[in-house]
């Protein structure tokens, strides 16, 4: 379920006072919600839940001074044992450019069920702590199936798994948790003129 940070930190015509805009800026237009999400992952529901419902009680409190991001940070961090400053760093000090793709996947028949391997790569500027999934459909079933992952670096996954009907199409990120530069290239199998 995503967050969304209500009041002025949220708001256009609000640029927070006292603190670097580049923080703020990337938690509420450039990444947004993939932030939030990530950071979910990161530190559970009800840390992000706590953190925010003080940073909001604390803002309520002074009206027409709306809290800094350095509060935000420092309501967030005490329910949790995270450095939520630091890795929060990775999404406020530049843009990032992250590819998720799959480059093979294997389905082998094992007695009555099915044996998957998915080889998802991971590309990008620098090395990220990402949350995401792998989605999977079956000849019988239209709706995703997912497998969570988490990586911290690039490279190759093999992801394996096991499954009582077939799978047919599978998708990286299929509920779009990652800010990718692309979305082309995350489908198995991919489409093209010899793959419709």
């Known amino acids: 379920m995503p967050y969304l940070l209500p009041g002025p930190l949220a708001s256009p015509g609000n640029i927070l006072q006292g603190d670097t805009w580049k923080g703020e800026s990337t938690l509420t237009y450039d990444y947004g919600a993939l932030v939030w999400e990530q950071l979910r992952h990161k530190i559970?529901?009800?840390?992000?839940?706590?953190?925010?419902?003080?940073?909001?009680?604390?803002?309520?409190?002074?009206?027409?001074?709306?809290?800094?991001?350095?509060?935000?940070?420092?309501?967030?961090?005490?329910?949790?044992?995270?450095?939520?400053?630091?890795?929060?760093e990775?999404?406020?000090?530049?843009?990032?450019?992250?590819?998720?793709?799959?480059?093979?996947?294997?389905?082998?028949?094992?007695?009555?069920?099915?044996?998957?391997?998915?080889?998802?790569?991971?590309?990008?500027d620098k090395d990220y702590e990402l949350f995401t999934d792998l989605g999977y459909k079956s000849v019988n079933s239209p709706d995703w199936v997912t497998i969570p992952l988490s990586f911290s670096k690039r490279g190759d996954y093999s992801v394996r798994?096991?499954?009582?009907?077939?799978?047919?199409?599978?998708?990286?990120?299929?509920?779009?948790?990652?800010?990718?530069?692309?979305?082309?290239?995350?489908?198995?199998?991919?489409?093209?003129p010899n793959n419709p």
Not at 162 to 176: A, G, H, K, M
């Open 44 to 88: 559970g529901d009800e840390a992000l839940k706590a953190g925010l419902s003080d940073f909001i009680q604390q803002s309520s409190r002074q009206p027409g001074s709306p809290g800094s991001y350095a509060d935000f940070i420092r309501h967030l961090k005490s329910h949790t044992n995270l450095d939520v400053a630091a890795y929060l």
């Open 161 to 192: 798994f096991t499954s009582q009907e077939r799978p047919i199409l599978f998708q990286v990120d299929p509920n779009y948790l990652v800010p990718q530069i692309l979305y082309n290239n995350d489908i198995w199998p991919p489409s093209g």
């Open 90 to 124: 990775q999404w406020t000090t530049h843009n990032a450019r992250i590819d998720l793709s799959i480059k093979q996947v294997a389905v082998q028949t094992d007695g009555s069920r099915f044996s998957t391997v998915a080889v998802i790569s991971v590309t990008g």
